[in-house]
């Protein structure tokens, strides 16, 4: 499948078109962006790790019934999509306070919760990703009721299939956004899911496996995406 032409850039992927209508390729570039993309950097060889590490999700996800755009991986920098119409919205799931919670709640790091949490964000750069709710989301017509209903339960569910997946790996699953595209009427799983998207704290030692590392200057940003990768490849 060849690439034909570039129809959007992110800050962290490409999209292309190729000869069948339905499918793009997905780009993982090594450009890292924190805290609303002020801070830019490059974590090298992150492309190639992180296209690995969202297959390897997505291929897990599909075995447990969550379909998502994913269809194969073409090499070590790029997979072949199904092109869907992107919802613009961020759906955060969080099992444990961490980021921006703990900075508008006043929480600690880490601070336990009884029991996950969903927000939705407006998926808008220039506006910051700014939180919405559910009654946004049917005044500005992003989703209908059905529609949001079926997102949040299946985000809850891709959050308790990840946590048992990670769990396993020795990683805890302590939040991640995902993002949910339209194809035939269906709301289905895309964009990524890996430690851009995730924060990844190794059991037993607390440690960072995830972009965190890069927003705060931690060290050992690459190691750490490696290490993810090396476990979701056992
Ligand atoms: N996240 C993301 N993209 C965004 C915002 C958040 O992938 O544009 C992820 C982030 O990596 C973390 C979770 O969503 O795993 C919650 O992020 P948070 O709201 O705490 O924001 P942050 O502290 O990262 O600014």
Redesign the pocket.
């Known amino acids: 499948m060849k690439k034909i032409e570039k129809i959007y850039e992110g800050k962290a992927k490409i999209l292309y078109t190729t000869e069948d209508p339905e499918l793009l390729i997905q780009y993982f570039k090594d450009d890292a962006t924190?805290?609303n993309a002020q801070k830019r950097g490059v974590i090298s060889e992150k492309g190639v790790m992180n296209n690995a590490i969202a297959a390897k999700i997505f291929e897990h996800l599909k075995s447990k019934g969550i379909e998502s755009h994913y269809m194969q991986t073409l090499n070590d920098r790029e997979m072949l999509i199904k092109r869907v119409a992107i919802i613009p919205l961020?759906i955060?799931i969080?099992n444990r306070a961490?980021?921006?919670?703990c900075?508008s709640l006043g929480l600690s790091e880490g601070a336990t919760l009884a029991c996950p949490t969903i927000?939705y964000?407006y998926k808008n750069d220039g506006l910051g990703?700014p939180p919405i709710n559910e009654y946004y989301i049917r005044a500005l017509q992003f989703a209908t009721d059905r529609e949001v209903e079926h997102i949040t339960a299946t985000a809850f569910k891709i959050n308790e299939l990840l946590k048992k997946y990670f769990l396993n790996l020795k990683i805890e699953l302590?939040?991640?956004?995902i993002e949910f595209g339209r194809i035939n009427n269906r709301i289905i799983l895309a964009d990524e899911i890996s430690p851009?998207?995730?924060?990844l704290w190794e059991i037993g030692t607390g440690n960072k496996l995830?972009?965190d590392r890069f927003?705060r200057d931690l060290g050992n940003v690459e190691e750490a995406y490696q290490e993810v990768l090396r476990r979701v490849s056992q």
């Open positions: 924190a805290f961020e955060i969080r961490a980021g921006s919670m900075r927000e964000c990703d302590i939040d991640f956004k851009d998207t995730c924060r995830d972009k927003r």
